[in-house]
T-cell receptor, first 114, second 109 residues
Framework: SQTIHQWPATLVQPVGSPLSLECTVE??????LYWYRQAAGRGLQLLFY??????ISSEVPQNLSASRPQDRQFILSSKKLLLSDSGFYLC?????????????FGEGSRLTVL | AQRVTQPEKLLSVFKGAPVELKCNYS??????LFWYVQYSRQRLQLLLR??SRESIKGFTADLNKGETSFHLKKPFAQEEDSAMYYC???????????FGRGTSLIVHP
């Protein structure tokens, strides 16, 4: 069965510092991968998705970037964090069989920018 | 463009009361619709999908194409139902679901 690992689980960073959140998946090959942000009052927002190594699509302009250096690794980064980057970041991949629309989520990384 | 609207940020009910979490969507074709739930300290997970026509944990949701709605219902709420609920839509040809803003359900004892 497929699993998603997100690291770190919790992070407190000062404004202007860099960021790297890691997502690794197991039990699947060449999956689509997604980064979502869950921010207070703003629901679940898709940030990036990737259909393969080195392929990144950005859904909203922002202070963040994503990379996919390996098939099962998806990284969310920032060079200089803003207060508005605070939130709960979720990595996801398709669940079920075929293109059902169902997503399987990781446990998330909670980022607080001070 | 596809859009999902959850009009209520917060829904507060007492144990045993009926609960309905509203979801309306905008999509020109035939959508796939889902409800996801996130309990405290647990990962966001799929609760049910309209195509399965199933009842999970006493919850049901019926797709109403005329009203473009997919409301989540349970006749008797339990305290353990307290969680964040998201409605999601996937349009044909897209592999990226669109989520609503979520509704926080609180069930009081």
């Amino acid at each position: 069965s497929q699993t998603i690992h997100q690291w770190p689980a919790t992070l407190v960073q000062p404004v202007g510092s860099p960021l790297s959140l890691e997502c690794t998946v197991e039990g699947t090959s060449n999956p689509n991968l997604y980064w979502y942000r869950q921010a207070a009052g703003r629901g679940l927002q898709l940030l990036f998705y990737s259909v393969g190594i080195g392929q990144i699509s950005s859904e909203v302009p922002q202070n963040l970037s994503a990379s996919r250096p390996q098939d099962r690794q998806f990284i969310l980064s920032s060079k200089k964090l803003l207060l508005s980057d605070s939130g709960f970041y979720l990595c996801a991949l398709p669940g079920g069989q075929g293109n059902t629309g169902e997503l399987f989520f990781g446990e998330g990384s909670r980022l607080t920018v001070l | 463009a596809q859009r999902v609207t959850q009009p209520e940020k917060l829904l507060s009910v007492f144990k045993g009361a009926p609960v309905e979490l509203k979801c309306n969507y905008s999509y020109s074709g035939s959508p796939e619709l889902f409800w996801y739930v996130q309990y405290s300290r647990q990962r966001l997970q799929l609760l049910l999908r309209h195509i399965s026509r199933e009842s999970i944990k006493g919850f049901t949701a019926d797709l109403n194409k005329g009203e473009t709605s997919f409301h989540l219902k349970k006749p008797f709420a339990q305290e353990e139902d307290s969680a964040m609920y998201y409605c999601a839509l996937q349009g044909g040809g897209s592999y990226i679901p669109t989520f609503g803003r979520g509704t926080s359900l609180i069930v009081h004892p």
